[in-house]
């Protein structure tokens, strides 16, 4: 009965490689987020989907594309990854009105090596 | 630009101490403002969400208050227990369709038994 769920939990891959971190959500939302946690513990948003549309996309660079395929999914795809990637990716939705709280997976966990 | 501040970043406090976790913003045009938890190595959860119209909310032993004009937020946790160590993050919405949540870097909370 997880409300927002994120896999793999951990991710440890080699740099130049591609992988992909599913999130989905039952709570019924329209809108997903991705947020990225870096050493520092700092969270900063990425991306923000609304009905399957793109609605924010903070300056990250284009190997990193999320993906939607229906609107209670919202995974993130990573090309040519580098050092500097590792971190805690953390998936959100909420509902698309501006009072709508946020809701978070657990987080995925990347090292790259 | 919106700014999130939390200082300090890391408080101490003996078991039963009431205490309020400080949170400043530069731009006071926001929809609401959240305050989440943080456990080590897991995901964020909503402890509260103040509307921009709304001065304060109550859970259990949290109060959050908000004053837009200054922008300024408190966290009030009463009788602190052991189980209150954690992360603490504000996180603010602003105006706008599309708005985006901005984090404060966190205080981390230990109460020592």
């Known amino acids: 009965d997880t409300a927002v769920s994120q896999t793999p939990k951990y991710l440890v891959t080699q740099m130049g490689n591609d992988k992909s971190i599913k999130c989905e959500q039952n709570?019924?939302?329209?809108?997903m987020y991705w947020y990225k946690q870096d050493s520092k513990k700092f969270l900063k948003i990425m991306f923000s989907y609304n009905n399957k549309e793109l609605i924010i996309n903070e300056t990250v660079p284009n190997r990193f594309s999320p993906k939607s395929p229906d609107k209670a999914h919202l995974n993130l795809h990573i090309n040519s990854l580098e050092l500097g990637d590792s971190a805690v990716y953390f998936c959100?939705?909420?509902?698309?009105?501006?009072?709508?709280?946020?809701?978070f997976g657990p987080g995925t966990r990347l090292t790259v090596l | 630009k919106q700014e999130v501040t939390q200082i300090p970043a890391a408080l101490s406090v003996p078991e039963g101490e009431n205490l309020v976790l400080n949170c400043s913003f530069t731009?006071?045009?926001?929809?609401?403002l959240q305050w989440f938890r943080q456990d080590p190595g897991k995901g964020l959860t909503s402890l509260l969400l103040?509307?921009?119209?709304?001065r304060e909310q109550t859970s259990g032993r949290l109060n959050a208050s908000l004053d837009k004009s200054s922008g300024r937020s408190t966290l009030y946790i009463a009788a602190s227990q052991p189980g209150d160590s954690a992360t603490y993050l504000c996180a603010v919405k602003g105006a706008g369709a599309n708005s985006k949540l901005t984090f404060g870097k966190g205080i981390t909370l230990s109460v020592r038994p």
């Open positions: 959100a939705s909420s509902q698309p009105t501006v009072s709508g709280e946020q809701f």
């Open positions: 103040i509307q921009s119209s709304q």
């Open positions: 731009d006071s045009a926001i929809y609401n």
């Open positions: 709570l019924g939302h329209d809108t």
